[in-house]
């Protein structure tokens, strides 16, 4: 995924109301700009930071600034949850991903469970249909680890029930996480923060939903898929 044209570079004054960031640009302006990340973004909130944004040009816009990206030692962090979904069906329609290969059609949000919709639906003639479920990793608490929820999340939890009883109807059915950030080689779920997500993941799992994750690539210029990362207990 490509950026629309060079993203901005800012610091970070601070992060409020979820979804609202003030900043301040390297000419010296301050701005609010929009944050795509309801999480919440632990580690990556901290006053003076160097983030990056992207300007829209629609003018119906209340805040044309969205915030994109955050500097941290180094290493490169995407923060817009509104990229991850986009960011894996590219990669699988491009054939990047040899775990889900072999699918003829992709489809995005479609309806399923109980009130739910899966992030892609692949299908193809002669396979059962897999289901997967994309979720955002931006959270690092230690030299190498991304980890998963960076808060308790009910929702995240339902997701895993929800593949759960696909597998159990015969289709196949894979959690994929995202790690948007450059500086980590292995994934683990983050069970002190959530221990009823760490219980639904090993259920999940024993219910034969896949596991999957991968790193990406971030430049201020673009984001893509990176490498298959392992995921350690």
């Not at 923060?79 to 329609?93: R, S």
């Not at 639904?200 to 893509?224: K, S």
Request: aromatic share 6%; charged share 25%.
């Amino acid at each position: 995924m490509k950026f629309s044209s060079p993203l901005i570079k800012g610091r970070l004054i601070k992060r409020y109301k979820r979804f609202l960031a003030d900043i301040k640009l390297e000419s010296g302006e301050l701005i609010t700009a929009h944050v795509a990340n309801p999480g919440s973004m632990m580690g990556l909130k901290e006053e003076g930071l160097t983030v990056w944004l992207s300007l829209s040009d629609n003018p119906k816009r209340k805040l044309p600034y969205s915030w994109e990206l955050v500097e941290i030692d180094g290493a490169l962090v995407g923060i817009n949850t509104a990229h991850p979904n986009g960011l894996v069906a590219e990669a699988i329609e491009s054939n990047q991903v040899n775990e889900l290969s072999g699918y003829d059609r992709l489809v995005r949000e479609v309806k399923y469970g109980t009130n739910s919709r899966i992030d892609i639906l692949l299908s193809a003639e002669n396979k059962p249909d897999c289901y997967v479920e994309v979720k955002n990793v931006t959270l690092k608490r230690d030299n190498s680890h991304a980890e998963f929820p960076d808060s308790v999340t009910a929702r995240g939890a339902k997701h895993l029930k929800e593949l759960a009883a696909m597998v159990e109807q015969g289709h196949r059915a894979v959690m994929f996480y995202l790690i948007q950030r450059t500086d980590c080689t292995k994934f683990r779920i983050a069970g002190d923060i959530d221990p009823a997500y760490a219980a639904g993941f090993m259920e999940a799992i024993v219910a034969g939903v896949e596991i999957l994750c991968y790193e990406c690539h971030i430049t201020n210029r673009e984001i893509r898929l990176g490498s298959p990362v392992p995921v350690i207990p």
